[in-house]
């Protein structure tokens, strides 16, 4: 099969580039070079893609063929749900992530960035477990009764995959695709980046306290049920504390990402 999705058309230009829209690009081009220096990227494939505010039904996708640490702000891709390219661009987008996120942001209005990952050895080793992320660690407890799971149907994404896709996805922010690989949906894009830190680091734990052979302690269901309520901390938004710092940290390193 073709993994370079050819557009259905494309769409005019829709005028100069918004503050908002800027400030979208330069965020989701972080997230991009984070996951690379971070060994989440998988060479050119897996996605991480953001709303365009203001214009809905379009959102910004990484081009199909570089690597995440090419990706800056100006190379990100503008298509719509539809499959149209919105304003001119010289690169292609991935099919199948482009079906995957196109379904995502059509079905969730809060899914503002959808975080799609498969090089995250951890999060797949645990997707392929039959009891998935187990509650021993509290950042596994971010996830307690928040965490969603969909079985593997190969590599076709298709409209009735799509559906079941989201329909097992619900109104969770995280999801382990089962044999595949890792989820994350945000409100913005430093809520989908902190999410996916939080669940990565989660299954990591898991392994490494697998490894001893012996049987693992986990909090009773109160606690646990009372700790993931501490964490949601009344549904606010995450990372807002956090992303600043990691932006530095990326100025200090390599500033072409806000290119």
């Known amino acids: 099969m073709s993994f370079t999705h050819s557009p259905v058309g494309r769409i005019a230009e829709t005028g100069p580039l918004s503050e908002a829209e800027r400030r979208t690009r330069v965020d989701l081009a972080a997230a991009y070079r984070l996951a690379a220096?971070?060994?989440?990227?998988?060479?050119?494939?897996?996605?991480?893609?953001?709303?365009?505010?203001d214009e809905p039904g379009h959102f910004l996708i990484n081009p199909f063929g570089l690597a995440f640490d090419e990706v800056s702000a100006s190379n990100l891709v503008k298509i719509d749900i539809e499959g149209n390219i919105v304003d001119e661009s010289e690169h292609a987008v991935n099919a199948t992530g482009f079906a995957?996120?196109?379904?995502?942001?059509?079905?969730r209005n809060d899914a503002f960035c959808v975080m799609h990952l498969h090089n995250t050895a951890a999060g797949i080793a645990v997707s392929a477990q039959p009891a998935g992320l187990l509650p021993v660690s509290q950042h596994a407890l971010r996830f307690y009764g928040?965490?969603?799971y969909h079985d593997y149907e190969g590599?076709?994404?298709?409209?009735?995959?799509g559906e079941r896709l989201v329909a097992n996805l619900a109104d969770k922010p995280a999801m382990l695709l089962r044999n595949h690989g890792t989820l994350t949906a945000g409100r913005t894009v430093a809520e989908a980046y902190v999410l996916m830190a939080t669940l990565?680091?989660?299954c990591e734990i898991q392994l490494q306290a697998q490894t001893c052979g012996e049987q693992l302690m986990v909090p009773d269901k109160a606690v646990a049920a009372r700790t993931a309520e501490q964490l949601y901390y009344g549904g606010a938004i995450e990372g807002v504390?956090?992303?600043?710092?990691l932006l530095r940290k990326l100025d200090r390193l390599d500033r072409s990402y806000r290119n």
Not at 100 to 107: E, T
Not at 155 to 161: D, E, I
């Open 241 to 245: 504390l956090e992303w600043p710092a």
């Open 100 to 107: 995957l996120h196109a379904a995502l942001h059509a079905a």
């Open 146 to 148: 928040h965490l969603a």
């Open 37 to 53: 220096l971070n060994g989440w990227d998988d060479l050119i494939y897996t996605h991480i893609s953001a709303s365009v505010p």
């Open 155 to 161: 590599l076709a994404f298709s409209p009735a995959k």
């Open 200 to 202: 990565i680091k989660a």
